[in-house]
């Protein structure tokens, strides 16, 4: 098992940047998948971004592509997602989520069988 927890959110002015972090407790963090989701109030909880094992291999939906980065240190057991040029429709509670078999679609909340409790990232107008 592994548990998580993010820290980094905040609130930011439109155009601003956050670095959100993930710590995963145990020593195995290499051996996870790790994601980003977000959800909004009334919304349903949708992919922000992933990456594999090894940090080799990243995935990210077509509204942060060129803003958000997704990164990992296996070493700090510590996943990062680092938002830049921040919109108010960012806004959101974000979660960090891991699972550890062998392949999974990382695009699917129900594939991960461990998320963190969230943090609210609120970016005002």
């Known amino acids: 098992q592994v548990q998580l927890g993010e820290s980094g959110g905040g609130l930011v002015q439109a155009g601003g940047s956050l670095r959100l972090s993930c710590a995963a407790s145990?020593?195995?963090?290499?051996?996870?998948?790790m994601g980003w989701f977000r959800q909004a109030p009334g919304k349903e909880r949708e992919f922000v971004a992933a990456?594999?094992?090894?940090?080799?291999?990243?995935y990210s939906t077509d509204s942060v592509k060129g803003r958000f980065t997704i990164s990992r240190d296996n070493a700090k057991n510590t996943m990062y997602l680092r938002m830049n040029s921040l919109k108010p429709e960012d806004t959101a509670v974000y979660y960090c989520?891991?699972?550890?078999?062998?392949?999974?679609?990382?695009?699917?909340?129900?594939?991960?069988?461990?998320w963190g409790q969230g943090t609210q990232v609120t970016v005002s107008s």
């Open positions: 990456i594999d094992k090894s940090g080799g291999s990243v």
């Open positions: 989520a891991a699972d550890s078999r062998y392949y999974i679609d990382p695009y699917y909340p129900s594939n991960y069988a461990y």
């Open positions: 145990g020593r195995t963090f290499s051996t996870y998948v």
